[in-house]
């Protein structure tokens, strides 16, 4: 039932380790997006996908890589973690342009 | 200038008041406009999008003023269960859906 599922829902994981958080959404949506929601609640893009394809990149370190395998599967693979890395991921789909977006439940990412 | 802004609050109202946010935005080829609320350690959840024209959904209003670049969130009769933490969303324009969230404005409704 659930329209964006995101696994896990929590990680709790060392510095330097290398993690992958799992999106699917069975909305239909064509376009997917990952958010990063840091301590100051502050809640910015990372990464967006149409259709398979990249199409946003905000400046994001190259340890993270997002891997789109369909357009109902995204996927953020973390290399190297550091301890600013943790946060809450939050991944989203939207049908595509001015159209609103609907997120999954978050993965809270703690790095120790 | 931050692309979006708003009040962080909190704004504290009694049961059954109208209380009514406002954020700005910086970017004039901004096309599409949205509040979402969040919860506690929860996902922004859509409300509603916003018109030029202004629209209503039951007790919430939303208005957008173009000229003056800024968005408005009326919310009548509030009820214990609206507290939480309301997001401006601004859709920046130039293709890829690329949404820009303020940093909310947190509303306590009391007893």
């Known amino acids: 039932d659930t329209a964006v599922s995101q696994t896990p829902k929590y990680l709790v994981t060392q510095m330097g380790n290398d993690k992958s958080i799992k999106c699917e959404q069975n909305?239909?949506?064509?376009?997917m997006y990952w958010y990063k929601q840091d301590s100051k609640k502050f809640l910015k893009i990372m990464f967006s996908y149409n259709n398979k394809e990249l199409i946003i990149n905000e400046t994001v370190p190259n340890r993270f890589s997002p891997k789109s395998p369909d357009k109902a599967h995204l996927n953020l693979h973390i290399n190297s973690l550091e301890l600013g890395d943790s946060a809450v991921y939050f991944c989203a789909s939207s049908h595509g342009d001015n159209q609103p977006q609907h997120f999954g439940d978050g993965t809270r990412l703690s790095i120790l | 200038r931050k692309e979006v802004e708003q009040d962080p609050g909190p704004f504290n109202v009694p049961e059954g008041a109208t209380v009514a946010f406002n954020c700005t935005y910086s970017n004039s080829a901004s096309q599409s406009f949205f509040w979402y609320r969040q919860d506690c350690r929860k996902e922004p959840k859509l409300l509603m999008s916003?018109?030029?024209s202004g629209n209503e959904d039951g007790r919430f209003t939303a208005q957008l003023n173009r000229a003056s670049q800024y968005i408005s969130l009326l919310i009548r009769d509030s009820k214990l269960s609206d507290s939480a933490t309301y997001l401006c969303v601004v859709n920046r324009g130039g293709g890829g859906n690329k949404l820009t969230f303020g940093t909310g404005t947190q509303l306590k409704v009391e007893l």
């Open positions: 916003v018109y030029s």
């Open positions: 909305l239909g949506h064509d376009t």
